[in-house]
């Protein structure tokens, strides 16, 4: 039974609300607050900000995507040469949870950090809680999980090209987000503060790409064999 501050909705999820400690979310609401996070910049203007439950969702759904389809990507490419043999790459999915989820929790630790600690030095500047900032981050990764699945088209031209595309959807999203908390400090602090959230959003998107999809597959390569002409030349020089 649910206390006074909560409302019964079936087969939701408890998140924090202004007319009480808690609601209940349901699946048609947690689909209508991505698109909002992708339009709507202003982290002030996001639906329930303080809601973790889906920016931690999105980021699992993210690793299984990289995952999987960095594993069908390279069995794609390499599908009918009789040298390759497919080996399924588990450990993908442990290097992606890793990286995908130290970049959303300690990147928002820091600049929660950076923020505070310019927040004693100008007094105007607007403060946002960590876990706001943890929400954002894991909303703006939403738009790499059909990027991730597009990824499996063996094509470095189109890889690239989404991945631009996923980088200026996202990175923007930040950039706008962040630029209100900053913009009342030091006009080079503020422009080296977006300018470094941008380039690890960058270091992300580029990082993913080139090592669970660029990266080269050296054990399918045939192993050169010595031809006898070989094999006499180096008897004679030994």
């Not at 503060?193 to 998107?205: A, E, F, P, Q, Y």
Request: some cysteine; glycine content about 4%; proline content about 7%.
């Amino acid at each position: 039974m649910l206390s006074p501050g909560f409302q019964h909705r079936p087969f939701g999820f408890l998140i924090r609300t202004p007319t009480g400690p808690y609601a209940e979310l349901q699946a048609f609401e947690c689909t209508q607050r991505i698109p909002s996070v992708q339009t709507e910049l202003p982290l002030s203007s996001t639906p329930d900000p303080v809601d973790g439950h889906w920016p931690f969702w999105i980021c699992a759904t993210l690793v299984f995507a990289i995952a999987i389809s960095g594993n069908l990507s390279n069995f794609l490419i390499h599908l009918g040469e009789k040298t390759y043999h497919y080996v399924p790459e588990f450990q993908k999915v442990s290097i992606a949870a890793t990286v995908i989820y130290a970049y959303s929790w300690l990147v928002p630790l820091a600049l929660w950090g950076f923020l505070m600690w310019r927040n004693s030095k100008v007094m105007n500047i607007v403060s946002y809680s960590f876990l706001e900032i943890v929400c954002v981050y894991g909303y703006s990764l939403f738009i790499y999980i059909p990027t991730a699945i597009l990824w499996i088209i063996p094509q470095k031209a189109v890889r690239w090209i989404l991945v631009m595309i996923a980088l200026g959807i996202s990175g923007s999203v930040l950039a706008m987000t962040f630029w209100p908390a900053v913009r009342e400090d030091n006009r080079r602090i503020a422009m080296a503060t977006i300018v470094t959230i941008v380039l690890l959003h960058m270091l992300l998107s580029v990082g993913c790409l080139a090592y669970f999809f660029d990266a080269p597959e050296m054990d399918h390569l045939p192993t050169a064999t010595a031809t006898p002409n070989q094999t006499v030349a180096a008897a004679k020089f030994s």
